[in-house]
């Protein structure tokens, strides 16, 4: 856009409008990417902003095709330092695995309200099992729990180690922030078995890549040939062109790899791959989780808030850094 108003001068609306669908159709995702790389690592031209092209870039979420591997909107693969997983796996043994070698999904799903609280020198959590949360006929399908951080000490820890991971400057040039990236929330993911796929999106359309999610195995589960990521490949096609998603394309795997993180914004569609655990309940998958994101207050409400708001654990940290409980701390 610099160049060509360097070569035009003050570019017009007819001109803007060209301009904006050269930009959104010819140029690909992968140039916008690397792009937009350059742009947080140069100063910027010393032009005057166009308001126009400013608004409807900030407006538009963002759909990317960011990982070659991966036939999929606005997911990359990022790669998680053994320290940052070092550290997740201590809190992991000392606070909740004894409980989980104790039955402790099986005994949640036999209660009306199935959480628990659990407190350790390893720090305080709070189990949800959810099971196929988005989907109620499917609830039972699944033993999948969210065991997440419980107080602001804990949240500290685990802030620590996402800082370890270094995953907020990978993504940092594909948010919108004014100071930098804010970690929302921390729990583990932990399932034993689904009978059942279960496509849906973490995020709505309007996150694009201005919020995350972060799912990164503890452990090595390539002994299993299913009971991995299904996500659905067409998505990227059809968000392309303008669509939602959940079409009727194929289904692709990504296997979990130790030492490596999946990261998704919205428009990305996924299940838990049917399968199993080779332990069952008591020698679960565990996954360590972030959520993540821009740091602007209503963009946060508008978009964000709304997602991780309701019952996959009961704090959270807000876009200005407030603290705040969830419809389940409530």
């Known amino acids: ?3 060509c108003w360097s070569l035009r001068g003050a570019p017009d609306d007819a001109w803007l409008s060209w301009l904006s669908y050269w930009l959104s159709n010819w140029l690909s995702d992968t140039h916008v990417y690397m792009l937009s790389l350059v742009a947080a690592r140069r100063p910027a ?5 166009c308001p126009a092209v400013c608004s409807a870039l900030r407006d538009a979420p963002r759909v ?8 999929a909107p606005n997911v990359v693969r990022l790669p998680m330092p053994a320290a940052a997983l070092d550290a997740a796996r201590a809190a992991f043994d000392g606070a909740i695995r004894p409980h989980l070698e104790r039955n402790l999904i099986e005994d949640l799903e036999a209660q009306p309200v199935p959480c628990s609280q659990l407190r350790s020198a390893y720090g305080n959590f709070f189990v949800m099992r959810g099971g196929s949360s988005t989907d109620e006929s499917k609830r039972h399908s699944s033993d999948l729990a969210w065991i997440s951080v419980d107080d602001m000490p804990t949240w500290e820890a685990f802030r620590k180690i ?17 100071e930098g990236i804010r970690l929302y929330s921390s729990f583990y993911v932990v399932r034993s078995r689904c009978a059942s796929a279960n496509l849906h999106v ?5 996150v694009g890549t201005n919020a995350f999610t972060l799912l990164a195995p503890l452990e090595d589960y390539s002994g299993v040939d299913d009971f991995q990521l299904l996500y659905e490949a067409s998505a990227a096609r059809e968000a392309v062109a303008g669509g939602v998603g959940g079409g009727d394309g194929g289904l692709a795997q990504y296997r979990y790899r130790l030492g490596e993180a999946i ?3 919205s428009h990305f569609y996924h299940s838990t791959e049917p399968g199993a655990s080779a332990g069952g309940a008591a020698a679960p998958h565990v996954y360590l989780c972030f959520t993540f994101g821009s ?17 996959q654990s009961r ?3 807000a876009a200005d850094g407030s603290v705040r409980l969830t419809e389940l701390g409530r």
């Open 162 to 178: 996402f800082d370890l991971s270094g995953v907020a400057d990978a993504v940092r040039p594909l948010v919108d922030c004014d």
């Open 202 to 206: 973490d995020w709505g359309d309007g």
């Open 45 to 49: 031209p010393p032009l005057a902003p």
């Open 263 to 265: 990261v998704f914004g």
């Open 315 to 317: 704090l959270l940290v």
């Open 64 to 71: 990317l095709h960011l990982d070659r591997r991966i036939a």
């Open 1 to 3: 856009a610099s160049l």
């Open 295 to 311: 740091d602007r207050a209503s963009f946060f409400e508008e978009h964000i808030a709304p997602t991780i708001s309701g019952y």
